[in-house]
């Protein structure tokens, strides 16, 4: 289980440098568009040589994840180089401005924020450790190339304090700040605060995402695991926390058994790997009509298996999706036959027997293991009804409880069991009351 979810990780990772190349294609190509519309056809070719560079610095590492090779410091790498250029771009002076425009000016422009959309891009990477990185990229990039500025002798340099302890005046105050060549430290340190701000929050986020994401796989897997042991319905109340599976309640409940008619004579002229064969086509074809009418698959015995409606809780058409099934269970065992006839298999009989009433619902068992399942006498006429099945030479016998309750529901049930009769009280071995039958013949 753990190298799936690893496995399943490493995909979604490898998704995630998909959805960042392309959506980094689609980005660039609407800047291309921007700038094909915009700037004079003299001037594209540097302009859309930029789109370029970025789509290359871009495509490396995704091909190189594609191909199996995906080294953390070859994407930190072209994080630094992505970086690089966009500091550069944004610092230095556009030759197609204005004329002898500063670089000092570009630090007061509004495409600083530039550098916090190439943060807000790497957060679709889905790692954390990707965004810290590409944090640490555009800080010490951007940092560097305002000291750089700082460090032209034509700059003037300027702090919040500088300003307020020189005893200037407002006018001259205002005239130093906003000069040309003037350069504020604050500035910087609020975009690197910015900067920080942003990496944590974004960091965090992934992680957050990731972490939830991982704990939806693995409960995915658990619940996977769980549904080949239990009914779906029963694994929903398992995964959900829900306690009340612990504590029994007596609620009324359609119980049918269904097993083999002949197992044993069968099972002596098969070999283990025939029988096992045998079986799980048999269980196979049941089971799928009993989860397909919401019924609870509470165990194989044997050849036989075990079916309840109205768990984990009841609901108001029980009856007739236990009808409903018994008869999808009939029509899939004559299906199957006509399959194993064509191939030269013996065909295989089913017998059925089942009951409604009240039953005690809940876990049983002990600290090392549980099972969850129903007892009482519905249960035991359930299981007596089904060995019936033999001495009426009958495919179904359901009790007169199980048919009046799906009756009361509106479901014909002689028209969804063709040839079902209503036969003579039985009395039924340990119990003392008799049962009133009907039955359907093979």
């Known amino acids: 289980m753990a190298t799936e979810n690893k496995t399943d990780f490493a995909a979604d990772e490898l998704s995630s440098f998909a959805y960042m190349f392309w959506g980094r294609c689609i ?34 590492p995704f091909g190189l994840a594609r191909s199996g090779y995906r080294s953390s410091v070859i994407v930190v790498m072209f994080l630094f180089l992505d970086a690089a250029i966009l500091s550069f771009l944004i610092i230095v ?3 197609y401005d204005f004329e002898a425009w500063p670089p000092q000016m570009n630090l007061r422009t509004q495409a600083f924020l530039y550098i916090g959309l190439f943060l807000a891009y790497m957060s679709l990477s889905y790692k954390p450790i990707l965004v810290v990185w ?7 990039c951007w940092s560097t190339g305002y000291f750089w500025v700082i460090n032209l002798p034509e700059t003037r340099v300027f702090t919040g304090q500088g300003i307020l302890d020189s005893g ?50 693995v409960a995915e897997a658990q619940r996977s695991a769980l549904s080949r042991y239990f ?23 359609a119980v049918l058994f269904a097993d083999m008619v002949g197992f044993t004579a069968i099972s002596e002229q098969l070999k283990p790997s025939e029988l096992l064969d045998l079986l799980r086509g048999f269980h196979g074809r049941l089971a799928r009509c009993a989860i397909q009418h919401g019924g609870t698959i509470d165990k194989y015995i ?3 298996i075990m079916v309840h409606f109205g768990t984990p809780e009841t609901r108001f058409d029980d009856p007739v999706r236990a009808i409903r099934c018994v008869a999808d269970m009939k029509s899939e065992i004559e299906a199957w036959n006509k399959v194993r006839l064509s191939k030269d298999l013996d065909a295989v009989e089913v017998g ?17 293991r549980l099972e969850y399942t129903v007892l009482g006498d519905t249960v035991n006429v359930a299981a007596r009804l089904e060995s019936t099945t033999r001495d009426l030479k009958a495919v179904i016998v359901a009790s007169h409880e199980i048919i009046e309750a799906a009756s009361a529901q509106g479901l ?28 359907l013949s093979r």
């Open 27 to 60: 980005a660039l190509a609407i800047v291309a568009i921007w700038f094909v519309a915009t700037v004079p056809w003299e001037r594209s070719p540097t302009y859309l040589s930029v789109v370029a560079l970025f789509l290359v610095t871009g495509a490396i």
């Open 93 to 95: 002076p556009n030759p």
């Open 134 to 140: 590409a944090g640490i990229a555009a800080t010490i």
């Open 168 to 217: 200037l005046t407002l006018e001259t105050a205002f005239s130093e700040v906003l000069h040309p060549m003037a350069v504020g430290i604050p500035r910087w340190t609020n975009q690197i605060i910015f900067l920080s701000a942003l990496t944590f929050i974004l960091a965090l986020a992934v992680w957050r995402s990731r972490r939830l994401v991982h704990r939806r796989v």
């Open 231 to 253: 009914s779906p319905n029963v694994v929903q109340q398992l995964t959900s926390g829900d306690s009340s599976l612990n504590k029994p309640k007596v609620q009324p409940v």
């Open 302 to 304: 044997g050849d036989a």
């Open 352 to 368: 059925i027997g089942i009951h409604y009433g009240d039953v005690v619902v809940g876990n049983i068992g002990d600290a090392q």
């Open 412 to 439: 014909d049930c002689q028209r969804t069991l063709p040839g079902l009769t209503r036969g003579r009280p039985v009395q039924i071995r340990g119990r003392v009351t008799p049962v009133e039958l009907w039955h």
